[in-house]
Nanobody
Framework: QVQLVESGGGLVQAGGSLRLSCAVSGIIFSINTMGWYRQAPGKARELVAFITSGGETNYVDSAKGRFTISRDNAKSTVYLQMNSLKPEDTAVYHC????????WGRGTQVTVSS
């Protein structure tokens, strides 16, 4: 089994920064790709960024140039550095792991005020 626990969300003004963390525990070698999704009120969950076991990254267009996903295998943690935040980035951000199965964290709220 795998557990994902997010942290680092909060309230920030537009233009500010936050760093989200996702601590992974359990059978972590079973996970190949880690990602961050977000879900705003009344909207579908969308993929923000992912990183593969080989370090390849990809981002949704709205996050390119502002967000950076990274992983620290020694700490079993995945990060999402978010800069130049906008009110439209407001959402619950969920950590996701894909391997033998698909795993989800409970999410952390990010609120960006204008």
């Amino acid at each position: 089994q795998v557990q994902l626990v997010e942290s680092g969300g909060g309230l920030v003004q537009a233009g500010g920064s936050l760093r989200l963390s996702c601590a992974v525990s359990g059978i972590i070698f079973s996970i190949n790709t880690m990602g961050w999704y977000r879900q705003a009120p009344g909207k579908a969950r969308e993929l923000v960024a992912f990183i593969t076991s080989g370090g390849e990254t990809n981002y949704v267009d709205s996050a390119k140039g502002r967000f950076t996903i990274s992983r620290d295998n020694a700490k079993s943690t995945v990060y999402l550095q978010m800069n130049s935040l906008k009110p439209e980035d407001t959402a619950v951000y969920h950590c996701n792991g894909v391997g033998w199965n698909t795993y989800w964290g409970r999410g952390t709220q990010v609120t960006v005020s204008s």
